[in-house]
Nanobody, 120 residues
Framework: QGQLDESGGGLVQAGSSLRLSCAAS????????MAWYRQAPGKEREIVASISWSGANINYATYSVKHRFTIIRDNAKNTPYTQMNSPEPEDPGMYYC????????????WGQGTQVTVSS
């Protein structure tokens, strides 16, 4: 399986923006639909946004995320990204990327994630 290295998290103020990156190795992300996931304290990891292998199809988990997050991918750099704008109280958590869950598996090992904290 491939490896993932998320980065870009930190303390973000309401009204600002943050760009999360996910450097992949060991496998080419161009072969997979990719996604960003969030795990809030005390909760299970959940999908936030997904992007097809070509970038043509994008889905967001909620209306709020759809209008504030932008998921993109750079297959040449083997890196998916997500741009987070105007963070809200629902956004804090550990953010991970991975392939979209498919036939009972993820195609990359989970990385360490990158923590996002929102200050008012």
């Amino acid at each position: 399986q491939g490896q993932l290295d998320e980065s870009g998290g930190g303390l973000v103020q309401a009204g600002s923006s943050l760009r999360l990156s996910c450097a992949a190795s060991g496998r080419n992300i161009s072969d997979y639909n990719m996604a960003w996931y969030r795990q809030a304290p005390g909760k299970e990891r959940e999908i936030v946004a997904s992007i097809s292998w070509s970038g043509a199809n994008i889905n967001y988990a909620t209306y709020s995320v759809k209008h504030r997050f932008t998921i993109i991918r750079d297959n040449a750099k083997n890196t998916p990204y997500t741009q987070m704008n105007s963070p809200e109280p629902e956004d804090p958590g550990m953010y991970y990327c991975n392939s979209v869950y498919h036939i009972g598996t993820y195609y990359f090992n989970w990385g360490q994630g990158t923590q996002v904290t929102v200050s008012s």
